[in-house]
Structures are given as structure tokens and as C-alpha cells.
């Protein structure tokens, strides 16, 4: 094949469904509220088999408790909060800050979902997306679903501007 | 001709004794020139590829003032530059002037930024008041020696009688001078003294200790040889020839050519090429002279030159080829670089003289043996021939000023500065052509300490011509910047450069901007 021609299959490849990415079922919560994340897998990296998908609690959320899932381990890593929140009358200074599933093998050709429930706090900023960062480790190589989009870039019509491999976001709403 | 034989044995013994390279070459430099440094280096390393002497090394500190508290220490091939300890922050600029084993000064800058990059630039070049010096002392210097000690040597060798010496004489007189003027000005050059400075030691000192400085003593000598053969005196037929041997050796003694590898070729083809020139331009003035007041002696004279002149020229033609391959290294460079472009003129210029030179010899020469007629029409002929050859002398002594492409080394990298509140990344990027590129990435905080990276990925497409993004990961080089090796740019044109720095396994920095890769 040629090198041309190698560079529009690339392309193509490039240009394929946003589905392909790592992302949140549920694409909008409002601040203030429960909100069970839904971390959808699509794929392993690049072929292989996934074994352990690591998610990164962003500041805000709060409560987190994973879903067991039959097959694999689940482990957390607390930590301090940067801030202190308001959980039902509780003060919360610290909690679980990530979430890793491990010991399972998913094959690139079968889909999965790993689950963890949690709550927005009403600090949350409306109309803004939060971030996810996932970790997808497989048997051969990494891939990273981090980036996250600069501010006010995230707003531009213009596809190239994200990412290759973004982190899964959820829209937050006004508190109803 | 068993003289000549001997003497190129010499040539050869010496041409392998000194294995060096010729006309250093910058190797390396540390810092990278264009660097971003969170902190003031030690010191600046600059490696060459042959042993350099120290000529003039300056350091503009990053507010712009000239420093002259920058320490410079060379042991063989490096020269080290120990930084003030007070360098304040902002560009720095460290401009170097070296010698090389040809006598030449090597110059150019090594630009790094301390904290935040500033507009320091590197110091302009000198005013081309010395160069003017350098190149009109090296024609006349090329007169004496091709013009006067030839000159000579054709009245005692070829016509065997003195007539036509009044042009060898003028120029023997101009060339003297003009060689002391080379050393000094030479000097100057090396040291980057202002013209001022001639009348002090420095200058004369450092250009007598180079290669030049011996090579122009033997000029001297074969000048004033000449001189002497010009008189009557039963030894001057040998002084005439010993005369000539100089201006060979002399030519061979210095210069890009002649230390260029391997030197046992270019060393004895210099010298020919010197011997041919001196018998074939030499000869010009007093032909003319004899030519226009013709003799029965004449008419000999002409043909006993005609001959030695076709001998001349072969040798000439063989020489130079050898050397125009060896300094060349391909054709390309022959349009492609100034070197080239003077050699390509000075071809041009060759081939109008060898056509010239083909007339006389073969309509002209034969014209004035069959019945004397012209004469004139030689004349004329010769006159334009020495036109030329003075064009060449003045043209040649050009490439004084050019490097050879054997020797051009890949200038500064090119760089590029990207900065955001949270990181700031320098991108060198050498040579920065198109082609086949090397990245360095030097990775740091907002604040400008180094920043950690677990992985770094550099992206690269060109929108403009349909390329999209090829992605290197980097790996950590010992000197911890992050270096992508032999990354291919096919077109010139405005790169995509898009870093991605992880610093955790959740967070990554990227940072984006444009590259101008020119043409070459």
C-alpha cells in the first residue's frame, strides 16, 4: 500500500463514530443531585482485551460507591477533598477520589459497562461539563481517556478541537 | 621534472602525516542552542571536529549587555565558556569565532534562554569594511604571485629574454604589501579587532601562529625571489624556477582546499594548480608586450608557449576537477551555495579563457608563423584573455569568504516556544528542514522548573498539504529534555505541532502551536 493511501485510511479511521471513545451513558445531571455514572467500554486498546479500567473522581463528587462487578475486584483510593461539602447536613472532607476495576478480562469484540454511584455537589458550576478522566489498562498497552478540552474550546463547532482520546464529561444543570 | 617529482613525493609524505580534518565544524553544543533552562548553565561547551583555537568568544547576557566576566578555557577540539554566576534571566547569547587548522575563523552563536526568552540577538556580523581588506589584499597578493613571480618565470624559462617585465614588476610591488596586509588583516579577522587594533601585536601574533601565517611568508619570499631573477645575474634562471615552486607551495600550505581530506590529493593538486596558473597567466603581459612590437624572436617564443600553455591547462583542468569534487561533494551544491555558485562563475569564466586560449593557439599563432599578419588581432585577444584572468583572481579570492559544502554544518535548530498558564514546552527542531528532522522537547512548569513527565507524545500534521497527524512518543534523553529521532517532514510548509505531556496517569498537558519549516 501505498504511503498516500495508508494516510487516508488513517483518516477514515480517525473520522469514524464518536461511540468508539470511552464515555458516560447518561450525558446530563444537575448539580445537587444523585447521579449514577455509567462508564461505557466500547473496545480494548487497539485489539487487546481490557483488565483493569481506573476512573478518576473529579473534585465535587462526592459519595462515590462503585457497583460490584461479578468477575472483577473493585478497589478505591480516598483522599482529602480539596474543599468541604454539604452531603445531607454532613460536612465531607474526604472520600473516595478513584475507582479501579480489576481482575477481569474484557475481549475487544464484547462491550461492557462498569457502574459507581455518587452525588453532584451543589458547589458544582451549572452549564459547565465535568470530566471523567479513565485509565483503560489491557493486557498489551494503555489507553488514557483524559484529555480534556481547554476552556472555552470545549464550545467550538470545529471537530478537530477534540481530542483524539477524551475523557468522558457529563453536562451539568442547574439545580432544579 | 625529477624536482617536481620529489617534490610532490614531499607533498604526499606531508599530506599523511597530519591526518586532521580540515575547517572544523561545530560537533556539539551544550546547552542545545535554543534551549529554555529553569537555572544559568555552568558553563557552554562547544565541541568541534578538529582542534580550534580560541579567537574571539562574546557573551550577551539576557538584558542585553555584552559580558566580559564569561571565562573561556579550550583543551583540543572543546572550548568551554564558564557563565558568570549572576546571568540574570531572559536570552542569552554566546557568539564564538574559532580558528581552524586552514587559518580560517568558524563563527556562530549559541542562543539559550534562562527562565522566559527574551529579544537578545546575536550580535550582527561585522561590517564588510575588513572583508573588503581581506579580499582586495588576496587579489593583489594572487597578482604578485600569478601575474609577477610568472611572469618571471616565463622571461627566464619560456622566451628567454626580458622583454614585457614592467607589468611582473608592478604587480611583484603590489603583492609584497598586499601579503603583510593579509596577515594583519587576517589578524583582525580571527580576533574580531576593530581596524584600529592593527598597530598591535595581537592581530600579527595570532595570524602568524595559523597555517595562513607560514603560507604567506613563503609568498613573500617567492616575490621577492622573482625580484631578484629579474636581474641579470647567472643564477637567476634557478632563482626564477625556485620562485615558482613557492607559489605552488604557498597555495598548498593553506586554505579550505588545501586541508581538505584526503590531504595527500588536495595538497599536491593545489600545488600544480597553483604552478599552472602562475605559468599560464604569468605569460599573458609579457606576450602582449612582445607580441605588439613583434621580433623575428617573436613568433618562437609564441609557439614554444602555445605548447607549454596546452600542458598547463590539462594540468589546470585535472587539478581542478579533483578539487572541485572533493570541496563539492555533489553537483547539486554547484547552484546550490555561494562556494558553488563562485566556482560555477569561475567555470564560465575558464571556458571563455580556454576558447580565447584555443584561438591563438590554433588560428592566430598559425596566422602570424605563415606570414606575419595578426599580430594585432593577438593582441587583442591576449588583452581580453588577461581581462578575464583577472575577473578569475578576484572572483576566486572570494572563497575566501565561503565555506566549502564539505564543511557547512547545520546552523541553529529551529525553535519554537509555547507557553500557557500551566506549562511552558521549547521545541528544537534540527536542522529544521524538510526532510529528515530531530525534536528535542524541553518540558516545563508555568513557573519554569522542569516539569516531570511519565510519557510525551508529539503530533505532528500539515493541514495545507492533506497530511494528518503522525504521532511519536518521545523517549527521556540522559540530559533530561525528551527527544524524538529522525522524524520525517516531507514538505515545507505550516506543521501542526501538538505536544501531549503526561504528568499523571489522569492528567496530561497539551499544548499546540504552528511550525514554519522553510524550503531549504
Redesign the interface.
Known amino acids: 500500500m501505498s504511503k498516500r493511501s495508508c ?1 487516508f485510511l ?2 477514515a479511521l ?1 473520522a469514524s463514530p464518536a461511540a468508539a471513545h470511552v464515555s458516560l451513558e447518561t450525558k446530563q445531571a444537575a448539580v445537587g443531585t444523585s447521579y449514577k455514572a455509567v462508564f461505557v467500554i466500547p473496545h480494548g486498546c487497539a485489539g487487546s482485551p481490557t483488565v483493569k479500567i ?1 476512573v ?1 473522581i473529579p473534585e465535587g463528587v462526592i459519595a462515590v460507591k462503585p457497583m460490584p462487578k461479578a468477575g472483577w475486584s473493585v478497589d478505591v483510593v480516598e483522599g482529602k477533598y480539596t474543599a468541604e461539602y454539604d452531603y445531607h447536613g454532613n460536612k465531607l472532607s474526604s472520600g473516595v477520589k ?1 475507582v479501579a476495576w480489576s481482575g477481569g478480562k474484557l475481549p475487544d469484540k464484547h462491550y461492557d459497562e462498569f457502574v459507581l454511584s455518587a452525588f453532584l455537589a451543589n458547589s458544582l458550576k451549572a452549564n459547565t461539563t465535568l470530566y471523567f ?1 479513565v ?1 483503560q489498562e489491557c493486557e498489551t498497552g494503555v489507553s ?1 481517556w ?2 480534556i478540552p481547554a476552556e472555552g474550546a470545549g464550545h467550538s463547532h470545529d471537530s478537530k478541537s477534540e ?2 482520546s477524551p475523557a468522558p464529561g457529563v453536562k451539568l444543570l442547574p439545580k432544579p | 621534472m625529477r624536482f617536481f617529482a620529489a617534490l610532490a613525493t614531499l607533498l604526499f609524505a606531508a599530506g599523511f602525516a597530519s591526518a586532521a580534518w580540515a575547517h572544523a565544524a561545530l560537533v556539539s553544543v551544550e546547552p542545545a542552542s535554543g534551549s529554555m533552562l529553569a537555572a544559568p548553565p555552568k558553563a557552554v561547551q562547544l565541541r568541534f571536529s578538529e582542534a580550534v583555537t580560541p579567537g574571539a568568544i562574546r557573551l550577551i547576557d539576557g538584558a542585553g549587555r555584552a559580558r566580559d566576566d564569561a571565562r573561556v578555557s579550550a583543551s583540543g577540539e572543546t572550548i568551554s565558556v564558564a557563565m558568570p554566576a549572576d546571568l540574570p534571566e531572559g536570552t542569552a547569547v554566546v557568539s564564538y569565532r574559532v580558528i581552524s587548522q586552514d587559518g580560517h575563523p568558524v563563527t556562530g552563536s549559541v542562543i539559550f534562554s534562562i527562565g522566559t526568552p527574551t529579544a537578545t540577538k546575536p550580535p550582527a556580523a561585522r561590517d564588510g569594511g575588513l572583508n573588503m581588506v581581506i579580499w582586495l589584499a588576496r587579489v593583489g597578493l594572487y597578482l604578485g604571485l600569478f601575474v609577477g613571480v610568472g611572469g618571471v618565470f616565463f622571461a627566464r624559462w619560456i622566451a628567454w629574454s626580458m622583454t614585457g617585465m614592467a607589468v611582473p614588476r608592478v604587480t611583484l610591488a603590489i603583492g609584497i604589501p598586499c601579503a603583510a596586509a593579509s596577515v594583519g588583516a587576517l589578524g583582525l579577522d580571527l580576533l574580531g579587532l576593530p581596524p584600529s587594533a592593527i598597530t598591535t601585536a595581537a592581530p600579527w601574533k595570532v595570524a602568524l601562529a595559523t597555517s595562513a601565517g607560514p603560507a604567506l611568508l613563503v609568498a613573500v619570499t617567492a616575490m621577492l625571489l622573482a625580484l631578484v631573477a629579474l636581474r641579470s645575474a647567472w643564477y637567476a634562471r634557478a632563482v626564477a624556477l625556485v620562485a615558482l615552486v613557492g607559489v605552488g607551495l604557498s597555495l598548498a600550505m593553506t586554505g579550505h582546499a588545501a586541508t581538505a581530506p584526503p590531504e595527500a590529493l588536495t595538497r599536491s593538486a593545489i600545488f600544480f594548480h597553483g604552478l599552472g596558473v602562475a605559468i599560464w597567466i604569468g605569460a599573458l603581459a609579457p606576450l602582449m608586450t612582445l607580441v605588439s612590437r613583434p621580433t623575428a624572436a617573436t613568433l618562437p617564443i609564441v609557439s614554444r608557449f602555445s605548447r607549454i600553455a596546452a600542458l598547463a591547462v590539462g594540468v589546470l583542468a585535472l587539478t581542478g576537477l579533483a578539487l572541485a569534487i572533493v570541496q563539492l561533494e555533489k553537483p547539486g551544491a554547484l547552484v546550490a551555495t555561494r562556494y558553488g555558485l563562485i566556482l560555477s562563475t569561475k567555470l564560465v569564466l575558464v571556458t571563455g579563457l580556454l576558447a580565447l586560449a584555443a584561438l591563438n593557439r590554433f588560428r592566430l599563432t598559425p596566422a602570424l608563423a605563415r606570414n606575419g599578419a595578426g599580430a594585432h588581432a593577438l593582441k587583442r585577444s591576449i588583452l581580453i584573455e588577461c581581462a578575464i584572468a583577472l575577473a578569475i583572481l578576484a572572483l576566486v579570492a572570494g572563497w575566501r569568504f565561503t565555506p566549502p559544502p564539505r564543511t557547512i554544518v547545520p546552523e541553529t535548530p529551529l525553535a519554537i516556544h509555547i507557553h500557557s498558564d500551566k506549562a511552558m514546552f521549547q521545541v528544537l527542531v534540527s536542522p529544521g528542514r524538510p526532510g529528515v528532522d530531530d525534536f528535542v522537547l524541553q518540558l516545563m512548569t508555568g513557573e519554569g522548573t522542569p516539569l516531570a513527565a511519565k510519557e510525551t507524545t508529539l503530533t505532528l500534521s500539515l493541514p495545507e498539504r492533506g497530511i494528518e497527524p503522525m504521532e511519536r512518543k518521545a523517549s527521556l534523553g540522559p540530559d533530561g529534555y525528551w527527544h524524538v529521532r529522525k522524524v520525517e517532514l516531507p514538505f515545507a510548509g505550516r506543521w501542526h505541532v501538538r505536544i501531549d505531556a503526561l504528568v499523571s496517569d489522569f492528567e496530561q498537558i497539551t499544548l499546540e502551536d504552528e511550525l514554519d519549516v522553510t524550503p531549504p
Do not use: D, S, T, Y
Request: proline share 7%.
Open positions: 494516510l488513517i483518516a480517525g481506573r478518576q478513584e478522566p485509565v488514557r483524559i484529555e481530542g483524539k
